[in-house]
């Protein structure tokens, strides 16, 4: 991987593919990393750069703040675009890489062709997931692994988690691996982000919402109904929250189709 230096932190990317498409940058989510990409980037890199990068304090990546706003974070893809002096993207955003997808939306709109949401929402938190993601930075304080994985858990649906008990182990021991502090930042971060449905509506080139029928976290009929009042090409996987690993094939199949 590369590195650039931002805010006196390392933020960790990797570039790989090449083809005539623009370049994709593909985000990860809460306390997962770039390599969750690895099997989709095989197929997507035939026709274009793909462009994976570690969030401030996930995976690789340092932290960078107390406070690790979607604003923050689409300041550092912005500076990862810079060093690569890259002037045109489409972006994938999965779940709160969804949230910081849209804020780079809002701040560098012509930069981008494309933007998809996977398992991602433009609606910011209500009351009552403020109070839980306020209650979760108390619990990182006290037992940061106990946290972690009862978090990745409650990501995914029964059936799932049966079926990929290895895959969802090895997430765990990727994001253990966290420092309790970024792990707080990320929660705070998104307990903070704004509503961008207008900014969604207004974006006039491809747009597209993925996202599972059985995820634990959004509703999949309101995501629906967000995406109709958005314009967007709307596309319904049949299992949670983690489609890159749930349904990875048929995921893979729709980025294929961005532009």
């Not at 593919?17 to 390599?35: A, I, Q, R, T, Y």
């Not at 026709?47 to 107390?66: F, M, N, Q, T, Y």
């Not at 707080?184 to 998104?190: E, V």
Request: net charge neutral; glycine share 6%.
């Amino acid at each position: 991987m590369s590195t650039i230096i931002y805010k006196g932190a390392k933020i960790h990317y990797s570039v790989t593919g090449n083809g005539e498409k623009v370049p994709l940058v593909l985000l990860h989510g809460f306390l997962e990393d770039s390599s969750i990409w690895s099997p989709i980037v095989k197929e997507l890199q035939k026709e274009r750069p793909v462009i994976c990068i570690d969030l401030p304090g996930h995976g690789k990546s340092d932290g960078v703040a107390k406070i690790h706003s979607m604003e923050l974070m689409a300041e550092v893809v912005h500076e990862v675009l810079n060093k690569l002096e890259i002037q045109v993207i489409s972006i994938a955003g999965h779940s709160m890489g969804g949230y910081v997808s849209l804020e780079f939306l809002k701040n560098f709109p012509i930069v981008l062709k494309s933007v998809m949401l996977i398992n991602s929402t433009p609606d910011e938190d209500t009351v009552e997931k403020r109070q839980i993601r306020e209650r979760s930075v108390k619990l990182v304080g006290k037992n940061k692994d106990a946290y972690i994985s009862m978090a990745i858990s409650n990501l995914f649906p029964e059936e799932s988690k049966i079926k990929f008990s290895e895959e969802i182990e090895k997430l765990k021991s990727r994001a253990i691996k966290m420092k309790g502090e970024n792990v707080q930042a990320a929660l705070k971060g998104m307990k903070i982000r704004t509503n961008y449905r207008d900014v969604l509506k207004s974006f006039q080139k491809q747009k597209i919402i993925v996202a599972g029928k059985q995820d634990p976290i959004l509703v999949i009929n309101e995501i629906a109904k967000v995406s109709e009042e958005c314009d967007c090409e709307f596309h319904m996987l049949e299992r949670g929250h983690n489609s890159y690993m749930e349904d990875m094939n048929n995921l893979r199949t729709i980025m294929l189709f961005i532009d």
